[in-house]
């Protein structure tokens, strides 16, 4: 025997197969092969092999690169004012790669958002998020806005002049909305001006907050799309 | 043995080229991940070795510097003393139990004077740095417990709990430089307990 069948037995004799309720039947198969086939390999539609298709999947793999990348900067990057600058700066000349890291997490961003974007022209160009796929639709919509948010909070974080200004200038439009402007201000800034409440504030949004929701929401989206399948064709 | 079609041919190649990829950044984030030797030290810290500690016209009789150093283990201070009037320097092959009169050595630092001496300040008591220096009577005092230490006399422990003598640092003349290059009596740190404490050997 396989040391693969072993794998795969010591795993249903442990889960799979396992079932405390007599008399009830799992919703899923009863060995971890049919279930895992059942998962991998699911057919889809023709249509939906089109390279316009595929928008979605790269946005999620560029979702994934920037987790990666964003835990390997994670491990030298120090968010305080007297720390921000010099340790990016000490990633981008002394940490082995580190330059290729950053550069990766920084474009791995501009593909997450301009994936998301194309991805949502497409879906809205062929129909797809009509009913009964309007609540995916939604979920996707907020994906787009938290990935921008999400680029908004990680510019600040090299705490350079540019980072300084941008988020300036940034929170200064979100201060124009009416009614809640100053209170989203206030909330972001955590003082009078862009400081260092600021930046801890918007590194733990960018590190904790908004990964985590992402994640959250995209296993639901993914589940609600594997249940309802992929709409239309072009 | 499974028979070889189109399909097959190409998931094996997708198969491939991923692990490949996948396996290849591996080691790439094992060494992004370790620290360097190569790194600048932090603030305060220098790297193990021999150091410079003035330049030779910056030291004129009466004068006292420090200077940080490494031996291997941690950064210390150091004290580099031009002395005037007579000086002795520290005996070697003694331990922390006779460690207290340790003048009448030998000068072996290389190319300078007697007058010119070097010695750790952590304190053998309880590892402050002492750094309190009276050029008259040559005296070094630990500002934590009032340890004192006769710098013209083998830093010998003239009064206060100092257990010890602060051992001392072999100077070198390179050029125009006053290095620091290494322990004195190498053994005798060994057998002080804050310095082992300490991890400084």
Not at chain 2, 16 to 34: D, E, H, M, Q
Request: proline share 7%.
């Amino acid at each position: 025997m396989g040391i693969i069948q072993k794998v795969i037995d010591f795993f249903d004799e442990r889960y799979f197969k396992y079932v405390d309720t007599p008399g009830w039947k799992p919703t899923v198969p009863n060995n971890m092969k049919d279930f895992l086939e059942g998962v991998m390999k699911k057919p889809i539609p023709d249509y939906a092999t089109h390279p316009m298709y595929c928008l979605g999947g790269l946005a999620f793999a560029a979702f994934l690169l920037q987790i990666a990348t964003g835990i390997l900067l994670g491990m030298y990057y120090k968010p305080t004012p007297e720390a921000a600058y010099e340790s990016v700066k000490f990633i981008m000349t002394q940490v082995y790669m580190g330059s290729l890291i950053r550069g990766l997490h920084a474009w791995g961003a501009n593909i997450f958002i301009a994936a998301i974007v194309l991805h949502t022209f497409r879906v809205f160009l062929t129909g797809s998020y009509k009913k009964p796929r309007e609540l995916t639709w939604v979920l996707g919509v907020s994906v787009l806005g938290l990935s921008l948010f999400e680029g908004f909070t990680g510019y600040l974080l090299p705490w350079d002049q540019l980072a300084y200004w941008a988020t300036t200038v940034g929170l200064q439009i979100a201060g124009t909305v009416p009614v809640v402007g100053d209170i989203i201000v206030q909330l972001l800034q955590g003082g009078p001006t862009v400081g260092p409440n600021t930046l801890s504030r918007f590194y733990i949004i960018h590190v904790v907050l908004l990964p985590l929701t992402i994640m959250g929401i995209l296993a639901i989206k993914f589940l609600m799309i594997r249940r309802q399948g992929i709409s239309g064709g072009l | 043995m499974k028979k070889t079609t189109r399909r097959n041919l190409v998931k094996y190649a997708a198969v491939c080229g991923i692990g490949f990829t996948v396996l290849n950044s591996v080691p790439v984030v094992l060494r992004y991940v370790s620290p360097s030797p190569d790194w600048p030290m932090p603030k305060g810290q220098v790297k193990p070795g021999p150091i410079k500690v003035a330049d030779l016209k910056d030291v004129s009789p009466g004068s006292f510097t420090m200077f940080n150093f490494n031996f291997g283990k941690i950064t210390l201070v150091g004290g580099l003393w031009y002395l005037e009037g007579k000086v002795t320097h520290q005996r070697k092959g003694a331990t922390q139990a006779d460690g207290k009169d340790m003048g009448g050595g030998a000068n072996e630092n290389i190319g300078l004077p007697d007058e010119i001496v070097s010695y750790c300040l952590l304190c053998t008591h309880l590892g402050c740095i002492p750094k309190n220096w009276d050029p008259e009577q040559s005296i070094l005092t630990c500002p934590c417990h009032n340890g004192m230490y006769d710098i013209s006399n083998g830093a010998s422990v003239i009064s206060g709990p100092p257990p010890a003598a602060i051992p001392e640092i072999k100077l070198e003349k390179r050029g125009e430089e006053i290095w620091a290059v290494d322990w004195k009596d190498l053994n005798y740190v060994k057998t002080l307990d804050v310095y082992k404490n300490k991890g400084a050997v």
